[in-house]
């Protein structure tokens, strides 16, 4: 769409549209989400990398110091809610956060300062946040489904996990609707995670361009934009790690709760 005039509604439509291949086939791919996130993945690697590169057991370095507080407070909020016994859960809920942290992050950076450049070199669309892509929030979501499962038949047995399955909560004589009970509470667990994270950074995303639109209305609206898009920056800088941290926490919730007899 370069060189053509957009009107406000297209230009926001613009932004939104991921660049796919195999468009309305079910294999389609969200070519930008995928490179985003791993490159978000590879930048959390890199940083901790050059955390412990030359950690000491002394007097840590500034970056050493900033990493061990951030982990700390992950590892005690993830102690505080699992009770059981996995080594796992603790490098699960640091992936999680600051995986998502940093894909959150991205927002604060201008749309148009990232479609421009790309679009000269021939991109057409790019979505930069990939958290505002629902197939993405899926995507963590659904493994943290399969880690429910995992954790739930560790503790418990296929034979436990099939036996709680259908005879809680109302006991064997209500088997039909214990099941459909079961069923949904797990599904609902996945879809509300993904929801969740999808919905916050979506619509964030959308009031961003609204702003950014406002702000080619003339003098009085780059002055607007520049008020309505500073605030809307200092809000969002809390809820970019809330969402994080609620994502986190409630995947080790759900972790816990899989291992639990009801």
Excluded at 122 to 136: E, F, L, Q, R, S
Aim: proline share 5%; net charge neutral.
């Amino acid at each position: 769409m370069a060189g053509e005039a957009l009107t406000p509604t297209s230009y926001i439509q613009h932004h939104l549209h991921n660049l796919t291949v195999g468009h309305g086939s079910p294999w389609a791919l969200h070519l930008d989400t995928i490179a985003t996130s791993v490159l978000m993945g590879l930048v959390m690697v890199f940083a901790f990398w050059m955390a412990t590169r030359n950690a000491t057991a002394g007097v840590p370095g500034k970056w050493q110091a900033f990493v061990e507080i951030c982990l700390e407070f992950v590892d005690r909020q993830a102690k505080d809610t699992y009770h059981g016994t996995s080594k796992l859960v603790t490098p699960i809920a640091i992936t999680i956060f600051f995986w998502i942290l940093l894909m959150n992050l991205i927002k604060m950076i201008p749309a148009d300062f990232i479609a421009v450049p790309l679009e000269m070199l021939g991109v057409p669309y790019w979505k930069p946040v990939p958290t505002a892509d629902v197939n993405a929030t899926l995507g963590m979501s659904i493994s943290v489904f399969f880690l429910m499962l995992f954790f739930a038949l560790r503790a418990k047995g296929i034979g436990g996990f099939t036996k709680e399955f259908l005879t809680a909560p109302f006991g064997k004589w209500m088997m039909p609707f214990n099941l459909i009970l079961n069923i949904v509470e797990w599904l609902s667990k996945p879809i509300s995670l993904a929801m969740r994270l999808f919905g916050n950074m979506f619509g964030g995303e959308i009031v961003f361009l609204l702003i950014w639109v406002l702000g080619g209305a003339g003098i009085a609206g780059i002055f607007a934009g520049a008020f309505a898009g500073f605030g809307w920056m200092l809000f969002h800088l809390l809820v970019i790690p809330l969402q994080a941290f609620i994502f986190m926490m409630l995947s080790i919730v759900y972790l816990s709760l899989s291992e639990d007899a009801h």
